[in-house]
């Protein structure tokens, strides 16, 4: 619960950053309830002038026109509410969306890589979005709670203290036992609905599968185990549900109970000769007794989207407290510089405690020259790469460029204007495939982009589509192919042109005609430049310069093709298994 | 319509719960109704027997009223808790129905009738079009059905003292539950859409940033993800301001009406009290009672919101249900075989909506017990030998006989019992190692799982975990290395133990070195079977009793692969990529 309260507190935090919009949203709801009193005392003045004093329609016109302008004044109070409501919480989810993804950015590719994009999305959306109900009904509601009852009771206490008494004594109890049971209902809520989401991920799951089961002749029987889970998750869930109903009947026992004791109460004194109250007053306070339990009722409403906002929250908060990597060195100077070699001594990294990925790596990469990594998956191939790109601190051992500048105290945006990466399965983003292109040189002309794809072995499929460089991606029917995909990545890079490549080659197993113009199309890219390339292929570690060949988070051997085979190392192994000389 | 008709025909076994629960939701208001009306004729009535004096006292009956109050009181109480309790629990008893009913209809359509359901995409869709469908009891049907008699009953209550009120609150109510949610829904209608589109639009901006952050900032593009982020953040603001004006205009006009009700109520029943046809103590009681009566219709708007939704809904997953068959199955015992041979004869196999046959008059001739392999091109034609091999696609033409009967004679779910099948595509669900084994032979002892582990070689991994074969395989077994999750998919075919192992590019998508190793754990698994292997590799043929190539849905060359080799055809077309170019 501790934690719960907690939540709320930072999400008030966040809240004052719209103060003025909720303080004048309460002050427009507090006008609103204090209308009602003076509605329902004109209302009660109607009926008892009617009623017992045997005024005509006439006579209580004046007063029913009255009613009328209130009427209207409390709509136009009622709509006024709901925008200010709005704008105090439009802010705040502007403001928290951009934080989220200006520390996403910040944390790396590689540190929010545990992380399911499709969660950061939707708590970006509609995490983001839950909060809403938060600002702009609960909190306010939370302040017109005591306010509006507080200011009934002052006006039923001098008019009749009994029922004034009643409702002070109901009110509070009310809040009590809807904390008492909301509380518990609350936990067994949350534990509910994660199980209501797995449930129809279950299906889902079933549905995807459905090929599978076929197979093995158990799709037929499936349809028992789904009728069985959604029975064994209902018997559960109402177990759980039946609880938290009890918050609401808690509600309703006491308004409804209090309602019946101020009218019964007052009938029982109005039933007298020379009865202590007149119907004015018992009629007043009765319009008001429903009034007084308003609140509390949209309160127990509100509570509801307060739950899903602290569990929305949480996730919110989960990453902006996800730590920046340190900067261990002030930002020198950097200069730009056509040629560029690497020197990395001793690194070390471990993505957690206990799980190195590093240790003490010792290479170089020269300039003008391509430098294959090679190596079993889990060798630390892709995390070098990720050292060399910045996306990972090492936590020993350093980086130079160009022999002297320690690659850390470089600025992160000014180092990746000095290079292009083409990752294993490049992505394409939304938007026309031109536009991919150019990511890295928005004011690229026609002729440049087509020299790019030109380059890439691409022009020829582009130009084939109907709307060539402005095809947009997600327009492409059945997508294009693994090879296409790669052959763009390159061209970005063609385009990009700049002194260092890092590359991770597809493993995909691409079609035969595709896997040659890829692998052409990347020798053209690197061939003479600093190029670092993560090898999957023995053809592409065979036309490199040099070989550095990692087992276990370190370097095992390095050298040219010759010389490694020549070695009989880790490589040469390798490659035999590779030509299949070893019998499967 | 129609759809709505076919739906609640779907929920009639349900029938008592839903109308149980929709009862005690119209009992909730009617006694709401009942003690703000009772409360207030009886205040009034008490008043005027108290002005009476002690003749009228006397004459008063106190206890009548005054236990209706608390009975009121006391129904609503119980009435409320146990209406939600009711209509959740039938909401749940539907949604598996809808499920169960749905999942029988898909069932016999996979693979081939739902081809252009196939992506992830668009079956998360008819899964969550299930869920929405759920909501049409609980949101739609219960609240317009509930609205309807209660104001049909409350608006008879007043009818017994003034045709007029009854009518004046008839029209109130029927115009602030229908019209006034109606408007405000077709104007939220376009906001809403466009809304929807733009936060589509807005994952794919945060995917995509999310997914392709390494290459977006070594691009320079961070400042550019941030700048549509807030053009985007900005555009969803502003339909929703605009949504927000709109729904605190219905908001705002429904309690105006609410109040607008009991104004046109008051000048209507003043003037009959005034002229002594009714008595003083109704005025407070049509006051109160019309307040009261307003809260029968407090759900419609968001029924007005739920129905379009549903109607959609209900309308995809019709649309789903309704798909024909793609083949008729066979019915009656399956043919007998003795010798599970395979002969394909002039074989024509085209796919609903192709453009050409896949098959084109295939001739293959597999023996029981050899290893055979199957080796083409992507498009060539491979695969689809295994689609009709498990009968996912009928063939047009030709003979297809397995064991001297022709595949059509077959019943699919027979004909499947021959065949183990691993494969790119075999499918992890999403639950423990030990229920994604038990989906081959449910009735499996540990034991048997712990030795088709073995024999796939991931027993040590098994072993090595915390939760060992409970371990839960991720969304699409992604906590498992894709070597792993095709040994998952190894040892399913063990504990299947049929005659026939298809390998359908077993190992695509694996690197090199696991792919090597993968072949080889294969080994023991082919002794003893006939194997079928597909391939687009020339990894593993050595071992291969005789090896089929294929173009263009046809058989091209075959022989061993020492003698392909030889030949130097088709086969040094494939040699030369993948291996270094010394090879």
Redesign the interface.
């Known amino acids: 619960m501790a934690k719960a309260e907690r939540i709320d507190q930072r999400l008030m935090q966040e809240g004052r950053r719209t103060r003025g919009a909720l303080y004048f949203g309460i002050g427009l709801g507090l006008a609103a309830g204090l209308l009602i009193i003076l509605?329902a005392f004109i209302?009660a003045h109607?009926?008892n002038g009617?009623?017992?004093q045997?005024?005509?329609?006439a006579a209580?016109m004046p007063l029913?026109w009255a009613?009328?302008g209130l009427?209207?004044l409390?709509?136009?109070l009622?709509?006024a509410?709901?925008?200010v409501?709005?704008?105090a919480s439009?802010r705040i989810?502007?403001y928290l969306?951009?934080q989220l993804?200006?520390h996403?950015?910040k944390l790396?590719?590689v540190a929010?890589a545990g992380?399911r994009?499709?969660d950061?999305?939707?708590t970006?959306?509609e995490g983001v979005e839950a909060l809403e109900p938060y600002f702009s009904r609960y909190l306010p509601q939370m302040a017109l709670v005591s306010l509006i009852p507080l200011a009934i009771l002052m006006v039923v206490f001098p008019e009749d203290w009994i029922s004034g008494l009643i409702l002070l004594i109901t009110g509070p109890l009310i809040p009590f036992f809807m904390v008492l049971v909301g509380y518990a209902a609350e936990a067994v809520n949350q534990r509910q609905w994660r199980k209501m989401l797995l449930m129809?991920?279950?299906?889902?799951?079933?549905?995807?599968?459905?090929?599978?089961?076929?197979?093995?002749?158990?799709?037929?029987?499936?349809?028992e185990i789904?009728?069985r889970i959604?029975?064994d998750?209902?018997r559960s869930?109402?177990a759980g549900?039946?609880v938290a109903?009890?918050t609401?009947?808690v509600l309703?026992?006491f308004a409804?109970?209090s309602?019946?004791l101020v009218?019964?109460s007052?009938?029982?004194r109005?039933?007298?000769?020379h009865?202590s109250v007149?119907?004015f007053t018992?009629?007043f306070v009765?319009?008001l007794a429903?009034e007084y339990f308003n609140p509390l009722r949209g309160l127990s409403t509100h509570y509801h989207a307060r739950m899903s906002a602290i569990a929305a929250a949480k996730r919110i908060f989960e990453i902006l407290d996800m730590p920046l990597p340190e900067k261990p060195r002030q930002a020198v100077e950097y200069s730009p510089s056509t040629e560029i070699s690497l020197v990395v001594r001793n690194l070390h990294f471990s993505y957690e405690a206990g799980r190195s990925a590093l240790e003490g790596v010792n290479a170089e990469f020269p300039a003008g020259k391509v430098t294959a990594l090679v190596g079993?998956?889990g060798a630390g191939k892709s995390t070098l790469a990720s050292a060399l790109?910045g996306?990972v601190q090492a936590s020993e051992g350093e980086i130079l460029v160009n022999g002297q500048m320690p690659l850390n105290a470089i600025e992160?945006?000014l180092w990746?204007?000095q290079?292009?990466?083409v990752?294993q399965n490049?992505?394409l983003?939304?938007g026309s495939l031109g536009d991919n292109i150019r990511?890295?040189r928005p004011d690229a002309d026609l002729a440049a982009l087509r020299e790019a794809a030109q380059n890439a072995h691409a022009l020829e499929f582009i130009e084939n589509l109907p709307d060539g460089f402005e095809t947009m991606i997600?327009d492409l029917g059945q997508g294009l192919s693994g090879g296409q995909i790669q052959r763009i990545?390159l061209a970005?890079a063609f385009l990009?042109n700049p002194p260092l490549f890092i590359l991770d080659e597809a493993?995909?197993?691409l079609?035969?005609e595709n896997?040659?113009l890829v692998l052409d199309a990347m020798q053209k890219l690197i061939a003479g430049r600093t190029a670092i390339v993560i090898a999957?292929?023995?053809?592409t570690a065979?036309?490199a310069d040099h070989i550095i060949v990692m087992d276990a988070g370190r370097v095992a051997e390095s050298g040219s093709h010759q010389e490694l085979l020549a070695a009989g190392g880790v490589y040469a192994r390798?490659?035999a298994?590779?030509?299949?000389e070893?019998?499967? | 319509m129609s759809d709505y008709i076919r739906l609640l025909k779907l929920f009639f076994p349900y029938k008592f719960w839903m109308l149980g629960g929709a009862f005690l939701a119209l009992l909730t208001i009617l006694s709401?109704f009942g003690?703000?009306a009772l409360?207030?004729w009886?205040?009034?009535s008490?008043?005027?027997?108290?002005?009476g004096?002690?003749a009228t006292?006397n004459l008063?009956n106190?206890f009548l009223?005054?236990a209706g109050?608390?009975a009121?009181?006391?129904t609503?109480?119980i009435s409320?808790?146990l209406e939600?309790?009711i209509t959740?629990?039938a909401t749940?008893?539907l949604?598996?129905q809808l499920?169960?009913w749905f999942?029988?209809r898909?069932?016999p359509l996979?693979?081939a009738g739902?081809q252009g359901y196939r992506s992830?995409d668009i079956?998360?869709r008819?899964?969550?079009d299930?869920?929405t469908l759920n909501n049409f009891y609980l949101r739609v049907f219960t609240p317009f059905l509930v609205a309807g008699m209660a104001t049909v009953l409350m608006s008879g209550f007043f009818a017994f003292f003034s045709w007029h009120l009854a009518i004046a609150l008839f029209l109130f109510l029927s115009v602030s539950g229908l019209a006034l949610p109606f408007v405000a829904e077709r104007l939220g209608a376009r906001s809403g859409a466009e809304m929807t589109d733009l936060?589509s639009?807005?994952?794919?901006?945060?995917?995509?940033?999310?997914?392709?952050?390494?290459?977006?900032?070594?691009?320079?593009?961070?400042p550019e993800?941030?700048r549509r982020?807030?053009t985007l953040?900005?555009a969803i603001?502003q339909r929703?301001?605009k949504m927000?004006?709109i729904?605190?205009?219905g908001?705002?006009?429904m309690?105006?009406m609410g109040?607008?009700a009991?104004?046109v109520i008051?000048?209507l029943a003043?003037?009959l009290?005034?002229g002594g046809h009714l008595g003083?103590?109704d005025?407070?009681m049509f006051?109160?009672g019309v307040?009261g009566s307003f809260e029968a219709i407090v759900a419609l708007p968001l029924a007005f919101q739920f129905l379009g939704q549903t109607r959609q809904a209900a309308r995809r997953i019709f649309a789903v249900a309704d798909s024909a068959l793609p083949f008729p199955d066979a019915s009656g015992p399956a043919p007998k075989v003795q010798q599970p041979d395979l002969l394909l004869k002039n074989l024509h196999l085209r796919y609903p909506g192709g453009q050409q046959d896949a098959l084109a008059g295939l001739d293959l001739h597999i023996v029981a017990g050899s290893k055979v392999a199957i080796l083409g091109?992507?498009g060539a034609g491979k695969s689809s030998i295994a689609n009709l091999l498990?009968r996912?696609y009928d063939y047009q033409s030709g003979s297809a006989q397995f064991g001297g009967h022709e595949l059509k004679n077959f019943p699919?779910?027979d004909l499947?019992?021959y065949?183990a099948?691993v494969s790119q595509?075999?499918?992890?669900?999403?639950?423990t190692i030990r229920d994604n084994l038990l989906?081959?032979k449910?009735d499996a002892e540990e034991e048997e799982l712990w030795e088709a582990l073995a024999a796939a070689q991931l027993d040590d991994f098994v072993r090595s975990q915390p939760d060992g074969l409970d371990t839960i395989v991720g969304?699409?077994g992604v906590k498992l290395?894709g070597g792993q999750g095709r040994r998952v998919a190894i040892a399913?075919a063990i504990l299947?133990n049929a005659p026939w192992l298809v390998l359908d590019e077993p190992t695509?998508?694996?690197?090199?070195?696991?792919e090597?190793e993968f072949?080889?754990d294969l080994?023991p698994l082919m002794q003893g079977r006939t194997v079928l292997y597909i391939t687009?590799?020339?990894?593993?043929l050595?071992?291969m009793d005789r090896v089929f190539i294929m173009d263009e849905g046809r058989v091209v060359e075959s022989g061993t692969f020492a003698e392909l080799l030889k030949q130097g055809g088709q086969l040094s077309?494939?040699a030369t990529?993948?291996?270094?170019?010394?090879?």
Do not use: C
């Open positions: 509605q209302l109607i009926i009617v009623s017992f045997g005024l005509s329609l209580v029913l009613l009328l009427f209207v409390r709509a136009a009622s709509w509410g709901e925008l409501a709005f704008r439009a989810k502007t969306r951009e993804l200006n996403l950015l790396g590719p929010i992380e994009s499709a950061i999305a939707s970006m959306i129809s991920a279950h299906f889902l799951d079933v549905v995807q599968g459905l090929t599978t089961l076929k197979i093995f002749g158990r799709a037929k029987d499936e349809i789904v009728a959604s029975d998750y209902r869930t109402m549900l039946r109903f009890l609401s009947a309703e026992f409804s109970l309602i019946a009218a019964v007052l009938g029982a109005l039933l007298q000769v009865a007149t119907f018992a009629f009765l319009l429903p079993a998956s790109l996306f992160p945006e990746w204007k290079l292009a990466w990752p490049p992505r983003f939304h990511i890295g997600g990545a970005r990009k493993t995909a197993n079609d035969m896997e040659s999957h292929r023995l053809a065979e036309r390798m490659v298994a590779y030509r299949g070893i019998h499967v | 709401n003690l703000l409360s207030g009886f205040l009034a008490a008043a005027l027997a108290g002005l004096g002690y006292l008063y106190f009223p005054a109050v608390r009121f009181a006391t609503r109480v409320r808790w939600r309790v959740h629990e749940f008893r949604l598996a499920r169960s999942y029988s898909l069932e996979a693979p739902l992830g079956l998360s008819l899964v969550a299930i869920d936060q639009d807005y994952r794919v901006q945060i995917v995509d940033g999310m997914q392709g952050m390494g290459e977006l900032l070594t691009y320079g593009a961070g993800i941030l982020s807030h953040n900005d603001l929703q301001a927000a004006q729904s605190g205009l908001t705002a006009g309690s105006f109040n607008l009991i104004w008051l000048i003043i003037p009290i005034h003083p103590s005025l407070p006051a109160l307040m091109a992507t498990l996912f699919a779910d499947r019992e065949f099948v595509r075999s499918y992890l669900f999403h639950t989906v081959a449910g969304e699409g290395s399913r299947k695509e998508g694996l690197d090199p070195l696991t090597m072949l080889r080994q687009h590799r020339l990894l593993g050595e071992q077309h494939f990529f993948r291996n270094g170019a010394s090879a």
